[in-house]
C-alpha cells in the first residue's frame, strides 16, 4: 500500500524536517540514563536486533505503547539501528542514529487473531542471527507481550504461544483472539511493509 500524500501530510513532514535539521545542528540533551545501549547494528556485518530481543527494541517498543496507553507495540528489527550511547546523556542525535528513517507513530485496533498470524509470519521469515539475512527484519521487537517459539521446528510452524500482559493482574496471559488489542506501531508497519499492513487491517 501507498502513502496518503495529501497536502496535509506533506506539509507535516516538510515542518517535522525542518525541526529535525534544527535540532541536530543544535543537537540538545532529551534525557539522561544511568546505563549504556549497546550496539544495535553495524553494516555490513552485525545486526544484533535480527537474532532476538535486544535493548533498543524494547525502549522504543515501550515508548510507543506508553505514549498512546497501547495494550501492545511491535516494530520490525530492521527499523532499529545505530551503535548506541554511553551511559550519561542521550542527545537526539544518538534518537535518529537509532532510528534512522522519517516513520510516525501508527495506531491500530487489532484482533488477536490478527496477532497470532503477524506472528506466525514474522517467526517464520526471521532467521534468528545477529548478522544481515535477506527479510530477517521482519523479526519483531515488542512490548506488553510475550512471544515464545521454537526455532528447531520448520519455518510454518515455529510460533508457539502468543501472550499478552495484563496490567490488572500484573501477569501475562494467553492472547484472545476474538478480543480486540489497541497496538501502537511505526507508520511503516502500518502502511509501507507488506504484508505487515494488510496482515493489521491497516
Known amino acids: 500500500a501507498d502513502y496518503v500524500k ?31 545501549m ?11 536486533c535480527f537474532a532476538g530481543e535486544c535493548p533498543i527494541g524494547n525502549l522504543f517498543t ?11 507495540a511491535i516494530i520490525n528489527a530492521g ?3 545505530g551503535p548506541g550511547w554511553d551511559a550519561g546523556e542521550i542527545h537526539v542525535s544518538d534518537m535518529w542514529a537509532a532510528l534512522p528513517f522519517a516513520n510516525m507513530l501508527c495506531e491500530a485496533t487489532v484482533s488477536g487473531l490478527s496477532l497470532v498470524r503477524l ?15 535477506q527479510d530477517a527484519d521482519r523479526f519483531m521487537q515488542v ?20 501472550d499478552i500482559w495484563d496490567d490488572e493482574k500484573q501477569e501475562y496471559a494467553p492472547v484472545e483472539r476474538l478480543k480486540l488489542y489497541k497496538l501502537a506501531t511505526s507508520s511503516w508497519e502500518c502502511s509501507g511493509f507488506y504484508p505487515f499492513n494488510e496482515l493489521l487491517g491497516a
Open 6 to 36: 495529501d497536502e496535509q501530510f506533506l506539509a507535516d513532514f516538510e515542518f517535522t524536517r525542518t525541526l529535525v535539521h534544527e535540532a541536530l545542528r543544535n543537537d540538545p540533551v532529551l534525557a539522561a540514563m544511568d546505563n549504556a
Open 38 to 48: 549497546p550496539l544495535a547494528t553495524k553494516p555490513p556485518d552485525e545486526y544484533h
Open 143 to 162: 512490548s506488553g507481550m510475550r512471544v515464545t517459539y521454537n526455532t528447531k521446528l520448520p519455518s510454518s510452524g515455529r510460533l508457539i504461544a502468543v
Open 119 to 133: 506472528f506466525n509470519y514474522s517467526t517464520s521469515m526471521a532467521a534468528y542471527e545477529n548478522r544481515y539475512v
Open 79 to 81: 527499523g532499529v539501528r
Open 62 to 72: 515501550d515508548a510507543a505503547r506508553w505514549k498512546v496507553q497501547a495494550d501492545v
